[in-house]
Structures are given as structure tokens and as C-alpha cells.
């Protein structure tokens, strides 16, 4: 029979979370601030659907516009699909 090994100090739950939640999201930042960097698009999640955002992101004209005008910011959502 075997017997579940059980640890002596066991972390709260809440505790062990949060400090996933923190690392996923200091991860994930760290990501997207290095591909906004280098020029990159990134795909994100936002109202309930993937969306390209930043330069070059499918479905944008930024990379074709003539070098005056402004490309979108890399917070600005494109709907993909």
C-alpha cells in the first residue's frame, strides 16, 4: 500500500498562487516588451478574441504605409480572423 508523502510545513495555497500568478505575468510582460522591441507582433487575448498587436500584426498596413505616417501602437488591437 502506498502511503502519500506529506510535507512538514506545507505552503498555503493562496501563497503558492500568487507567486505563480507573479511569475507568469512578470514572464509574459518581459515577452511582449521584447518583441515590441525588436518589431515584432504579438497575439493576444482581449474581448473574447485573438487579436494581433503591434507592427507588422496580420491584417494591418503599418509595415506598407509611407515612413511620414505614424504606424499603430503596440497596445492597438487587430481583430484576426
Known sequence: MNTPVVSPTPI???VSSQQRLAALQAA???ALERKRRV???AVVWQTGQAVAVGKGAPGSTAGLQAAESEPPAF???KPLG
Open 12 to 14: 498555503p495555497p493562496e
Open 28 to 30: 509574459v510582460s518581459a
Open 39 to 41: 518589431g515584432h507582433y
Open 75 to 77: 497596445g492597438q488591437a
